[in-house]
């Protein structure tokens, strides 16, 4: 059995999300695992690297599959993106060793999160932009993102419910671009909890905003409660830009 890596870039305004469901025809999973099945004859389940919400986009999903199929790398890929609607594209498809993962070995991920701050919505922006209207102090924002940096419990900044499995991530770096209106907040990470991006950057916002203290960041570390951090803000402005691997 051969084992195939994915590069996936969509769009995921309308799709429940990564993870096939029960209508697999909405999931990005679902929807690469059909046109697979088709070309290969076989029952194929891919393996991502992650879950994505509804809503979300992705840059550099990964994902890897198994299959008995000779075909070339590059007719794969030329295969896939023949059938996949246009807001699907695999760009690139590479043979990897046996008992590469593409979950399991992932050793980092980079999030984008854009917010366009301004008084009146852009429509042009919608579809991958938080419309926020308070205005930002950008100190404060700095400020909050070096609090969030480094190795923490962040299951204050999650939507799980209790949980045994070990919830101590490594955000190496939170960084902010700012373009005109358009702002872009980075996160790089060596894992990220369910909802923990969006909740993060709630709890940025509303610091920035001034309606909530800086010193809030250390009394959720210290609670570990999820209703003392900020709002979870909408996923179509969030983006899996990439995936690490060593």
């Known amino acids: ?22 209508d697999s025809d909405k999931t990005i999973q679902g929807k690469i695992e059909s046109i697979l099945t088709k070309m290969t004859g076989e ?28 075909l070339a790398v590059l007719k794969i890929r030329a295969f896939l993106n023949h059938y996949l609607p246009q807001d699907i594209i695999v760009k690139q498809v590479v043979e990897m060793p046996e008992r590469y993962h593409a979950r399991y070995h992932a050793t980092g991920k980079k ?8 008084e009146l919505p852009s429509p042009l922006e919608r579809s991958t932009s938080f419309h926020y209207q308070q205005p930002l102090n950008q100190q404060l924002i700095e400020e909050a993102c070096r609090l969030l940096e480094g190795t923490h419990d962040f299951i204050g900044f999650s ?12 955000i190496e770096e939170i960084s902010v671009q700012q373009q005109g209106e358009r702002i872009t907040f980075t996160f790089v990470g060596d894992g ?14 509303e610091i920035g905003a001034g309606e909530r203290p800086l010193a809030s960041i250390t009394t959720i570390f210290e609670t570990k409660v999820r209703q003392q951090a900020g709002i979870t803000v909408p996923a179509h402005a969030l983006c899996l830009e990439e995936v690490y691997y060593d």
């Open 1 to 22: 059995m051969r084992n195939i890596k994915l590069t996936i870039e969509y769009d995921g305004s309308k799709y429940l999300g990564w993870q096939r469901l029960g």
């Open 43 to 70: 029952s194929i389940e891919i393996i991502g690297s992650g879950r994505t919400d509804a809503g979300t986009h992705a840059r550099g999903q990964v994902a890897n599959f198994h299959t008995a199929s000779h």
């Open 111 to 118: 999030y984008s999160y854009s917010v366009w701050n301004a």
């Open 159 to 170: 939507s799980l419910k209790k949980t045994k499995k070990d919830t101590v991530r490594t």
């Open 192 to 205: 990220f909890l369910y909802n923990m991006v969006r909740i993060l950057m709630g709890t940025i916002l």
